[in-house]
C-alpha cells in the first residue's frame, strides 16, 4: 500500500512554457500532499504544502506565482511551472501524506526531471 | 540554516558488516524523527521511524537509536547488504496537530561491498 505516483517522470520544455506535474495517491486518500526539490547531491528542499480544497502553503522564498499548486481532490495534487527558466531544471518530487493526526510518515512519489532549455 | 544534519556524505562498508549513518539536529522542538532511503531518479522510500519519547526503535535489519540530549540520532543496518546501497537521508518533523513539514539531512551515500 501507500503507493503515490508522479506523471511525467521525465520532461524537456523550452523557455517561457509552463509545465504541469501530477502526484497521485494511488490507494489512500491524500488531505495533504507536498511538493519537493532536489538539486543534484543536495537535499530535499520543501517548496509547498498542499492541502485538499484550500490554498497552497509556500515555504520562504518560492515564488507562488511561478509554483502553481492545485490539489483538486483527496487523490490529485498539481505543481505547474510557469514561464519556466533553465535555472527551474531540477528534480521535483512529491509526497502524500495519509490522514490521521499522528501519521508522520509521508509517501513518496517517483519524482519529475525537469529540464529546461 | 541546516537544522539537521548528516556530516557524513558517503560511507562505505564490507556486506556483512554494520552500518551506522549518523545525524545531528538543533532544533529542539522536533518531536519525530524519520529514516528514508533513496536510489538515483527515484523518491525516498520510508524506512523507519522514532517518537522523541523513545530512544531505541527496531524493524528487522534497521534500528534507529535517539540521544535527545546529544540531539542526535543514528540508523543502524546489520547486517549490511549490497542492495543497501543508496542515499539515507533522515528528516525530523513536529507535530503541528494538521501537516507534518518534513526537515530533512543533506544524505549519506551507502556502498555496500562485496
Known amino acids: 500500500g501507500a503507493v503515490v505516483s508522479q506523471h511525467p517522470s521525465r520532461v524537456i520544455c523550452k523557455s517561457g512554457t509552463s509545465v504541469k506535474i501530477e502526484c497521485r495517491s494511488l490507494?489512500?486518500?491524500?488531505?495533504?500532499m507536498f511538493w519537493y526539490r532536489q538539486f543534484p547531491k543536495q537535499s530535499l528542499m520543501l517548496m509547498a504544502t498542499?492541502?485538499?480544497?484550500?490554498?497552497?502553503?509556500?515555504e520562504q522564498g518560492v515564488e507562488k506565482d511561478k509554483f502553481l499548486i492545485n490539489h483538486a481532490s483527496l487523490t490529485l495534487s498539481t505543481l505547474t511551472v510557469t514561464s519556466a527558466h533553465p535555472e527551474d531544471s531540477s528534480f521535483y518530487i512529491c509526497?502524500?501524506?495519509?490522514?490521521?493526526?499522528?501519521?508522520?510518515?509521508?509517501?513518496f512519489g517517483p519524482g519529475t526531471r525537469l529540464t529546461v532549455t | 540554516d541546516q537544522q539537521v544534519k548528516q556530516n557524513s556524505p558517503s560511507l562505505s562498508v564490507q556486506e556483512g558488516r554494520i552500518s551506522i549513518l549518523n545525524c545531528d539536529y538543533t532544533?529542539?522542538?522536533?518531536?519525530?524523527f524519520l529514516w528514508y532511503k533513496k536510489y538515483p531518479a527515484e523518491g525516498p522510500t520510508f524506512l523507519i521511524s522514532?517518537?522523541?519519547?523513545?530512544d531505541k526503535n527496531e524493524d528487522g535489519r534497521f534500528t534507529v537509536f535517539l540521544n535527545k540530549s546529544a540531539k542526535h540520532l543514528s540508523l543502524h543496518i546489520v547486517p549490511s547488504q549490497p542492495g543497501d546501497s543508496a542515499v539515507y537521508f533522515c528528516?525530523?518533523?513536529?507535530?503541528?496537530?494538521?501537516?507534518?513539514?518534513?526537515?530533512f539531512g543533506t544524505g549519506t551515500r551507502l556502498q555496500v561491498t562485496l
Open positions: 528528516a525530523a518533523t513536529i507535530n503541528t496537530g494538521t501537516a507534518s513539514k518534513l526537515t
Open positions: 498542499s492541502n485538499e480544497g484550500s490554498k497552497a502553503t509556500y
Open positions: 490507494d489512500f486518500q491524500a488531505t495533504t
Open positions: 532544533n529542539s522542538m522536533f518531536d519525530y
Open positions: 522514532i517518537s522523541s519519547i523513545k
Open positions: 509526497s502524500a501524506k495519509p490522514p490521521g493526526l499522528f501519521t508522520y510518515e509521508q509517501y
